[in-house]
């Protein structure tokens, strides 16, 4: 059985429609990049997996438990459990400006998972220190570059020890010299088996860190396949249309 | 013409009490206006249609309505009303903080309006319930960011609070105007309590930009 | 509480309302166009690189803003028939006062619209041309009175409400109305109350208006 079961997704913003029965799986040891044009529903398809959004239909299950069961105007069940095994990496930062980076990685475990602050406090630093950012564990995120920032973020995400992390765009607003601090970061992670769904527009990232990449358009699968197949050997005409825009883009 | 500020010394005294009441009104009305203003963004932010329209109602009427007439109503009316004896500071104080309340809700609320929807998403990644999200995220986020206009608020109030001159009530104002007809010298008596107020609000406008200056940066994460 | 309403003066009274609104009215219009023309004047002054032409009008803003407009409107009302030996009516100072305090106001309004005007239209403006005054007239002005306009609004009401001080130096305005009748038929609540409403009846509309133009401002600059 698959680790994610996404099964007859259907989204929909008032009279749009985003997806429409939409599926997919996703193993436990995988790292699924999602690929597409712009508007294709990417990130919201992670923002489906995070219960962020309300969905109209289909279900998604997470290893052995029912997560959410979609239902039309706003009754949606969402198992609030296994929503808390999810962790979700934003494209703009979202840290809490008024705390500093200990504080934002403290808030949770302490305030709603009743872990001591020492504990917490201690597993911040040893977090911090792994991503080579010790020294800032007293600093404000107005203090800090993006690359910083985001990094941060994504220790804010792990002190909760998610089963499966989400990273939506994590280096789209970033410098092109900072974007690298942050892709190591998200390939170490994968090194040290964390699975993973990742939209990004870098196809080279996507090429390294991903087992499998989900090339979607207009609310479908169009074809899914480890990186060296997808991009070496596109088996639709629309994946290599879309390929060859964009790596004619990147240079 | 001759201007001779010289006599002005001899008043002082008058105008160092003035001013303690001007500024006792206005603390007062800061005070007063942000536990009401408070209360009033809850209702301008609740769920129950009633409370919020009369909320709003209240809001919209004190920011339509010129002071001065406000002022007079609460002076001349309120004790009527409700037919009971009022002094006329109890009035004045009741006035600046009705006021002064309508537009401190309307920092808050805005405050609160500003912060953008992403952090709620964050907070639901993080799986926090929604009690802590609403006191350690949202309201300390929505005071720093309202701090500014607080600060900008006291600001209005006291220059506002000259008017309370209008209804005999001995504040810097009040008595200025009372010293200036007694010696029938205007001119003096009324640029020294022009540079007075000036004093105490000039600096108070420049903490403002200051302030604001300083939290965007924070804020602004 | 066991007051009992009688509307039958406020009703009877009500022309003599009118006519104060009217005169609140023309205030306002007339502080409004000194507001807006010398705002706008003080606002490119203060673009100046002459420290003799900055100082002076920095003063200026600085101390409008500072003080209670109560003070601006009786300090003018006492002296400056006295300062200049001029003597013009009531109204008339009501009406000077009012418009320089809205003036300083709107300047600061201008200033932080120029601001926001992008470098590049000088640039542009030089490239195509233009002369300094030009460039004042056919770029910038436009472009800040539309940045501006809310705030001008906003702050255009605020002088119809601020207005009512003129009542304090007699002039008969609503404001000046409303008490005289209040106390000569001893019916404060009614009159009051009725004051109230029609000064709201006039600006309530109006600050509406304002976030309509914020609105349509915003998606017109954002090209």
């Not at chain 1, 008032?14 to 699924?32: P, Q």
């Not at chain 2, 006291?158 to 810097?172: I, N, P, R």
């Not at chain 3, 509480?1 to 005169?23: C, H, I, R, S, T």
């Not at chain 3, 300062?83 to 600061?108: D, I, P, Q, T």
Request: aromatic share 10%; proline share 4%.
């Amino acid at each position: 059985m698959a680790f994610v079961e996404i099964d007859g997704l259907i989204k929909r913003y008032g009279t749009l429609s985003i997806f429409e029965g939409f599926d997919l799986n996703m193993g436990s040891t995988d790292r699924l990049v999602l690929i597409g044009p712009s508007g294709c529903g990417k990130s919201t398809l992670l923002r489906c997996m995070m219960g962020l959004e309300d969905i109209a239909g289909g279900t998604i299950r997470l290893g052995d438990d029912d997560y959410i069961d979609g239902a039309p105007n706003g009754k949606m069940k969402l198992n609030r459990q296994v929503q808390k095994e999810v962790g979700m990496v934003f494209q703009h930062y979202t840290l809490f400006p008024h705390l500093s980076v200990l504080g934002n990685l403290c808030l949770a475990p302490v305030r709603s998972r009743g872990i001591k602050k020492s504990e917490a406090r201690d597993k911040a630093l040893g977090l911090l220190e792994r991503f080579g950012l010790a020294d800032r564990a007293n600093f404000y995120p107005s203090q800090l570059s993006g690359g910083q920032k985001q990094r941060v973020a994504i220790a804010r995400a792990l002190m909760l020890d998610p089963k499966l992390m989400l990273f939506d765009e994590v280096t789209s607003a970033l410098d092109p010299e900072l974007v690298v601090e942050v892709e190591n970061t998200m390939m170490e992670l994968a090194e040290a088996g964390m699975p993973m769904m990742i939209v990004t527009h870098d196809m080279h990232f996507a090429r390294n860190i991903a087992t499998q990449v989900v090339f979607q358009e207009r609310g479908k699968v169009i074809e899914a396949a480890p990186p060296k197949d997808l991009f070496g050997n596109p088996q639709q005409d629309r994946t290599r249309d879309f390929l060859r825009n964009v790596l004619h883009i990147e240079g | 013409m001759e201007l001779d500020f010289s006599f002005l010394l001899e008043y002082s005294g008058v105008l160092w009490r003035g001013l303690l009441t001007t500024l006792q009104f206005v603390g007062l009305a800061v005070v007063l206006g942000l536990i009401w203003g408070f209360i009033l963004s809850m209702g301008r932010t609740s769920k129950n249609l009633f409370i919020y329209w009369i909320s709003t109602l209240y809001v919209e009427f004190f920011r339509g309505t010129p002071v001065l007439v406000q002022l007079f109503w609460i002076f001349f009316c309120l004790p009527l009303f409700l037919g009971v004896d009022m002094s006329g500071f109890t009035s004045a104080v009741i006035a600046l903080s009705l006021y002064s309340g309508a537009i401190t809700s309307e920092s808050f609320r805005a405050a609160l309006k500003s912060i953008e929807a992403s952090q709620f998403d964050a907070c639901t990644a993080l799986g926090l319930p929604n009690g802590v999200r609403t006191i350690f995220v949202i309201l300390p986020q929505a005071v720093l960011r309202a701090v500014p206009n607080l600060l900008s608020n006291v600001v209005s109030l006291f220059k506002e609070s000259a008017l309370v001159s209008a209804v005999g009530m001995a504040d810097l104002m009040y008595v200025g105007q009372n010293i200036a007809n007694n010696v029938a010298r205007p001119i003096e008596i009324l640029s020294a309590v022009a540079i007075i107020y000036f004093c105490i609000g000039f600096p108070l406008t420049r903490a403002v930009s200051m302030v604001e200056g300083r939290l965007l940066k924070v804020v602004k994460a | 509480m066991n007051y009992e309403f009688n509307w039958f003066y406020v009703k009877k009274a009500l022309p003599q309302l009118m006519d104060g609104l009217m005169v609140t009215l023309q205030l306002t219009l007339w502080a409004n166009i000194i507001g807006l023309v010398l705002g706008f004047i003080v606002a490119i002054g203060m673009l100046s690189k002459i420290r003799m032409i900055v100082w002076p009008l920095t003063a200026y803003i600085e101390f409008f803003r500072c003080t209670p407009a109560l003070i601006q409107l009786v300090w003018f009302f006492f002296c400056v028939p006295i300062l200049f030996n001029v003597w013009w009516s009531a109204e008339f100072m009501g009406m000077l006062a009012l418009g320089l305090n809205l003036a300083a106001f709107n300047a600061e309004a201008y200033r932080a619209a120029i601001q926001a005007i992008p470098h590049a239209h000088t640039d542009a403006s030089t490239a195509l041309g233009l002369n300094v005054l030009q460039r004042i007239i056919y770029v910038i002005l436009p472009q800040a009175l539309i940045l501006a306009l809310p705030v001008l609004i906003t702050n255009g009401i605020g002088i119809f409400q601020q207005s009512a001080l003129v009542a304090l130096i007699s002039v008969q305005d609503l404001m000046y109305e409303g008490r005289y009748i209040a106390t000569q038929t001893f019916r404060p609540i009614e009159t009051l109350t009725t004051v109230a409403l029609i000064y709201f009846a006039v600006s309530f509309p109006v600050s509406q208006a304002v976030t309509l133009v914020e609105r349509r401002t915003k998606r017109l600059l954002a090209s």
